[in-house]
């Protein structure tokens, strides 16, 4: 009987596992973009969080290796919903001083202005509590340094980003482009390079999850094929015993 759980393989065979790729690379450009791959892009990138030196003339947005870092207390969940702006004034290698968000540059203020923490205190927030950390050697703040970290929420970032990867594609090639511009050139480059690795993930698992069906597929076949020998043979035993047959054999001699 036909299983109402599982394909038959003139299904499976059109589905993936044995399907001809090439005439399918406009579909797979929409998984390229697609808000699933960028989602996980930007959370393991942390592209939400952003960090920028304030000088008197101009602000230095810091990818690589920032002066600090945030560590956080609530959950995941409540964080990526977070758009918020911490203005932030180095008093020494273990100090800070803490702005309020009122739309003022650091170079504006006087230090009156904020509150002072020690690296490693625990500090309330709206959103939950959280701690600043130091970087180290060649990357530890520096005394003096006015610092400005944004958190946008994970949706505002993954559509940011979706909506600038450009691809492309020569008819009947299977060769695709990727393009992005950055104002940093090495994110450029760690999105493209993620958004490739993230997609390969994805193949690996929609074809093990062919594989998995087809495997199903066939171990259900099997199962009703040996059902219907043990039904066979034992229906074969019973008309035997049934007319009183002994083996062909035995009747000749």
């Known amino acids: ?88 004034k180095i008093k020494s290698p273990t100090e800070f001083l803490m702005f309020s968000d009122d739309g003022k540059s650091l170079i504006d203020r006087d230090d009156s202005e904020g509150k002072l923490f020690s690296f490693g205190n625990r500090i309330k927030t709206g959103f ?28 505002s970032m993954i559509d940011r980003y979706q909506s600038r990867i450009i691809t492309s594609t020569e008819l009947g090639s299977s060769i695709v482009n ?20 993230e997609y390969n993930n994805d193949v690996i698992r929609d074809k093990e999850e062919v594989v998995q069906v087809t495997a199903d597929f066939i171990n259900n076949r099997l199962e009703l094929v040996f059902k219907e020998l043990e039904e066979v043979d034992f229906t074969a035993e019973q008309l035997q015993k049934r007319n009183n047959l002994t083996a062909l054999n035995t009747q000749a001699n």
């Open 178 to 197: 990727l393009y992005l511009e950055d104002n940093i050139p090495q994110r450029a480059i760690d999105i493209l390079n993620r958004l490739i690795h």
């Open 128 to 155: 939950g509590d959280l701690v600043f950390v130091p970087n180290v050697d060649n990357y530890a703040p520096t005394v003096g340094s006015n610092l400005r970290i944004t958190i946008n929420s994970l949706n």
């Open 1 to 88: 009987q036909q299983s109402q759980k599982l394909p038959s393989l003139a299904e499976l065979s059109g589905a993936g596992a044995f399907a001809d790729n090439s005439n399918r690379v406009t579909d797979e450009l929409k998984v390229i973009t697609s808000r699933t791959l960028m989602k996980n892009i930007v959370k393991d990138l942390k592209l939400n969080i952003r960090y920028y030196e304030q000088g008197k003339i101009k602000e230095r947005e810091i990818y690589d290796n920032p002066p600090i870092k945030l560590n956080f207390f609530a959950s995941d969940s409540i964080i990526h919903q977070v758009d918020t702006t911490f203005y932030i």
